[in-house]
């Protein structure tokens, strides 16, 4: 401060002569003639003058500045305009090529000779998240080739699509039977307003549906030409009502049913608490390892055959309420009629729920315990004695899948709006929002929970599938077909977790399609991503994870 | 780059959250507007529903990314499912990445990623031009915690090329070769040994991180080898110590260890992590115990779980109950050493056992993300004739649940006057509603723990914050 001061003071005294000269000026006599009035004229003027100029320059400049700002944005938008009228060509010439190749295959498709055996027969009644009038269809595909014939026919657009695909395919991959049944995200038919852009939907992202990806295993082309006809079922199916929330709710009514039934039974009040605890513990219980858990699965399996005994005298119930299609009575099915006990629909319900809050609590933290759970609801819900009309009853356990992780059956929606989470299964704890890292948590288990159960091996067992692997491959499809602009740091978690450790068994159910699918998730669809968050480099760096460890080049 | 938070919290400020977004996302084909009701348009999620709570250990702004890691270091991050920095991690490493290096004490909750916080700062001090050379050494208490903060360091940092990471812990470090890596994790009286023998060259070492630092600085425990290691260490090194407990006496002790330091501290009310319910049984008796710890695990979900008790035996006959109940159970106390501690607890990490009983060694540290459930089957208690109920003890017990914001349970088992007395003791001191649980009627028990859980699952993300200063 010293230093500064003196200066100053200096400048105080470089001032005060000129002050004073001012009042000099003022005091002076010839203020008021007529030279130093012109003289005071020419200096204000010639200052306006500066003042004026200096002005004009600025604005000047402005404009200049805003043209070119103007100019740019023009560039941009005709660009955009430009891409996206790109993006529209290449879609129709898809949609032209997919349609001319579907009348030829559908010319020549009677003379296909019976396709290779697929690697696990896929159980008839598929589950499909979607609506029922499509599951008829689904239900087809799955049992391997003949598809074409029963599908192509009475199919809406998709079935077709996937029929025709698949004479393609079979040839060349046996296992892309698996490929089975994938539909038309149901993306569009959710309450969502967020699929604006709906159409573009399948298209938007050039690298296809569902069949994109099938296709791009056997063939490049004819496969990137399959999704854009994918586009075209999409309007046919939105409005039906989700059968899967109609399920879940039955579920709850089910839940409430059993209380009010304990209060009058108390057999049943005696039982079922203990049931209910035992099972969920036997879930807890289970972990990796060859044989490890027959006890817990034995106690589980105990217990539902109990209940199915009903020695308590619980209500019989129709299980129809919980399953995505009535079914009829099936030669040589176990349990053909038309209800069964309530207790045991209940427990059943509860061991589905054990497994799920199993997935989001422990595998949330740790995916790799996700496996041996899966293991157990495979054993479970195949099992003959608790098959209902000679199929399973694990659309009870999907329904809650849909609930908890909407992104695995193609809901899609932006985390930054209310209705956006509520459509990604963000959860609500007394009215708000959980946390991000809790809801990352939950979906990290939920992705590797739904691996774990479509991603099981049944070729060696004389038991049915229960969710064959084409699930995977659909659920898959759905996420990595979401247009840039709708992409969710949801959808990338789920998709990570998904892949991470069932990479192998993927590889194995699809070959070298699996591998392209792979590639699609881990590179391309990150790559597309608007924003680089943590949850898409999470993405790419389980490629390069995959890359190191596993020796997969993507 | 915008991560998930800020991009939601990007509405910059403005309290009127409630404006529909932008663009009503309307242009969808037409049958699909049948089943929309008032969604014509989206709302943004509100500020207050986020829970961006800047109180929460949990809350950060920033990324990974504007902390300006180093890309290895970043994907390893990545790879670890790490989205964002935690409280202490985004205040803490840019005080203590800064240049000239600075001292650090910091104290910050369980779980809340005290260890990721140094491991980066230790990686980012490591020239890896110099693999061989040690210039990173990490104290920590036990052999366990070492080689957990090994394995952290080794995951944290696989992506960068020429890391070598060693454990300085008995039977670990060739006799021959010596300490011959860049990050040296040990347990105090190891290292002194290597120092001595001449198997471990500190000239060059940069920074001496101290976990468990009120553990680990303790007079009467490990404070006098800390001092001696470090009186072996150059003296222009950076010293960083961590612990979510720092008692007033190690404190000023803590203070002289690390001149200068800047410091995180927490209150003692502000110590126990909210995402943990804590509960305790009322046991007629303790022949019960046994048999009512096997019923808590039909009451809620749980996934790997932790039973501390007081002596080995009762160990032991845990371990032979539970075992007959269908669970896979781990028993880790003194009576194992060496390998076969290590070999215990790996069982347990990976998950092949899914019960880990143990008595007071594992208290601290042991990060075990799955575990969903502390059980003190015994009080802690300290002292002379074990008079005094050990407040620090308990609350680094049931640090082993609620791991980085996930929901954790704990429940302690009291049966007489005494050990009802002790438990109360410690709630008063931290300031704790314990919540009473009844053996007698499973089904309400049951009805009662969820909801409990449920409640402290809409608060897990909140706790108080450390008050840098």
């Known amino acids: 401060m010293a230093g500064s001061s003196p200066p100053r003071r200096q400048s105080c005294q470089w001032a005060s002569p000129d002050r004073s000269s001012i009042i000099a000026d003022i005091l002076v006599d010839d203020r008021n003639s007529e030279a130093r009035h012109k003289s005071l004229l020419e200096s204000a003027k010639k200052e306006h003058d500066r003042v004026r100029l200096e002005a004009e320059r600025v604005y000047q400049q402005h404009m200049q500045k805003e043209e070119q700002q103007r100019l740019l944005e023009e560039k941009q938008r005709i660009l955009e305009a430009k891409r996206r009228e790109e993006e529209r060509i290449r879609l129709e010439e898809h949609n032209a090529a997919e349609r001319t190749r579907l009348h030829a295959l559908r010319a020549k498709k009677i003379e296909l000779p019976p396709t290779p055996k697929e690697p696990e027969p896929p159980k008839a009644p598929a589950p499909a998240s979607i609506p029922p009038p499509v599951q008829k269809v689904l239900q087809a595909p799955s049992l391997a080739t003949p598809i074409n014939g029963t599908t192509a026919p009475q199919a809406p657009p998709t079935s077709t699509l996937f029929g025709g695909k698949k004479t393609m395919i079979t040839s060349q991959l046996a296992a892309h039977n698996p490929f089975g049944a994938p539909r038309p995200a149901p993306a569009s038919q959710t309450p969502a307003t967020t699929q604006a852009p709906t159409a573009p939907n399948t298209g938007g992202s050039s690298l296809g549906g569902n069949a994109t990806i099938n296709g791009a295993s056997s063939q490049t082309k004819p496969g990137q030409a399959a999704q854009a006809a994918q586009s075209a079922p999409q309007p046919s199916t939105p409005a039906a009502p989700d059968r899967y929330t109609v399920i879940h709710q039955n579920l709850k009514i089910l839940r409430k049913f059993m209380i009010d039934q304990a209060k009058a039974n108390k057999a049943l009040k005696g039982r079922m608490g203990d049931m209910r605890r035992e099972i969920r513990k036997c879930v807890g219980q289970l972990t990796g390892g060859v044989g490890a858990n027959r006890i817990q699965q034995a106690s589980i399996i105990n217990l539902l055959r109990e209940a199915m005994g009903n020695q308590v005298g619980s209500a019989p119930m129709d299980p129809s309420t919980f399953i995505l299609e009535p079914r009829n009575p099936v030669q040589g099915a176990l349990h053909n009629e038309h209800q069964l006990p309530s207790l045991f629909l209940y427990l059943l319900n509860i061991f589905a729920k054990a497994t799920i809050s199993q997935f989001i609590n422990e595998a949330g933290a740790r995916p790799e315990t996700a496996d041996p759970v899966g293991v157990c609801i495979a054993f479970v819900f195949s099992d003959p004695e608790f098959l209902w009309r000679g199929a399973s009853l694990i659309d009870i356990l999907m329904a809650k899948f849909r609930i908890v992780c909407p992104v695995l059956f193609g809901y899609r929606g932006n985390e930054k709006t209310e209705q956006g989470r509520a459509r990604l299964g963000w959860w609500k704890d007394d009215g708000r929002w959980v946390g991000d890292q809790q809801h990352m948590d939950r979906m990290t288990g939920l992705g590797a929970g739904f691996a774990a159960v479509s991603l099981r091996k049944f070729a060696n067992s004389k038991k049915d599938n229960p969710y064959p692997p084409r699930h995977y491959w659909a659920a898959m499809a759905r996420i990595v077909n979401t247009p840039p602009a709708e992409m969710s740091n949801t959808q990338c978690v789920v998709l990570r977790s998904m892949i991470q450790n069932f990479e192998q068994k993927f590889v194995e159910f699809y070959g070298t399609a699996a591998i392209v699918a792979l590639r699609m998730c881990l590179v391309d669809f990150p790559a597309r991503a608007p924003q680089k968050t943590p949850a898409v480099g999470s993405l790419e760096v389980l490629g390069q994870v995959l890359k190191r460890d596993a020796g997969l080049h993507l | ?469």
């Open chain 2, 1 to 469: 780059m915008a991560d998930l938070a800020s991009r939601i919290t990007a509405p910059a400020g403005t309290p009127a959250p409630k404006v529909p977004s932008a663009a009503p996302e309307a242009p969808v084909d037409g049958p699909e507007e049948t089943n929309l009701v008032d969604n014509t348009y989206e709302v943004e999620v509100k500020l207050s529903d986020l829970q961006n709570d800047q109180e929460s250990p949990l809350y950060s702004v920033s990324s990974f990314d504007e902390l300006g890691l180093p890309k290895a270091i970043n994907d390893g991050l990545l790879a670890m499912n790490f989205k964002k920095p935690s409280k202490i991690q985004e205040k803490a490493l840019p005080l203590m990445l800064s240049n000239p290096p600075h001292n650090m004490i910091a104290q910050s909750q369980s779980g809340t990623g005290k260890t990721a916080a140094f491991v980066l700062t230790v990686l980012s001090r490591v020239d890896l031009s110099q693999p061989t050379q040690p210039q990173a050494l990490l104290l920590a208490p036990s052999r366990e915690l070492a080689r957990q903060i090994q394995m952290v360091v080794q995951t944290i940092g696989q992506f960068c090329e020429g890391l070598i990471v060693e454990a300085a812990i008995p039977g670990v470090i060739s006799r021959e070769t010596g300490v011959k890596s860049s990050v040296v994790v040990g347990t105090p009286g190891t290292v002194i040994d290597l120092i001595k023998r001449r198997q471990f060259d500190v000239s060059q070492l940069k920074v001496l991180v101290i976990d468990e630092a009120d553990n680990m600085l303790d007079m009467q425990g490990l404070g006098e080898q800390c001092s001696r290691v470090k009186s072996l260490l150059p003296k222009t090194i950076q010293i960083l110590l961590f612990s979510a407990t720092f008692p007033a006496n190690v404190m000023a002790f803590a203070e002289k260890f690390a001149p200068n330091a800047n410091q995180m501290k927490l209150k003692q009310q502000e110590l126990t992590v909210k995402g943990i319910s804590q509960m305790y049984m009322d046991c007629p008796d303790e022949k019960q115990k046994y048999e009512i710890l096997c019923k808590l695990y039909g009451l809620m979900t749980i996934g790997s779980s932790v039973i501390f008790v007081r002596t080995r035996d009762s160990a032991t006959e845990i371990q032979r109950r539970m075992e007959a109940d269908g669970h896979k159970v781990t028993a880790l106390h003194g009576a194992y050493e060496g390998a076969s501690r290590d070999a215990l607890l790996d069982d347990f990490r990976s998950g092949r056992s899914k019960v880990l009983i143990t008595t007071n060694v594992l208290a601290r540290g042991i990060d075990v993300s799955s575990v969903a459930i502390v059980i003190n089957y015994d009080i802690p208690m300290k002292g002379p004739g074990d008079r005094e109920p050990d407040a620090e003890t308990y609350l680094h017990r049931i640090g082993r649940t609620g791991r980085f914001g996930r929901v954790g349970v704990s429940i302690s088992f009291v049966y007489d006057r005494k050990s009802f007395d002790a438990l109360s003791n410690i709630a008063r001191f931290y300031d704790i509603d314990l919540i009473q649980l009844d053996p007698n009627d499973w089904d309400v028990t049951e009805k009662k723990v969820q909801d409990v859980i449920k409640s402290s699952r809409a608060k897990a993300d909140y706790a108080p914050n450390a008050t840098s200063g």
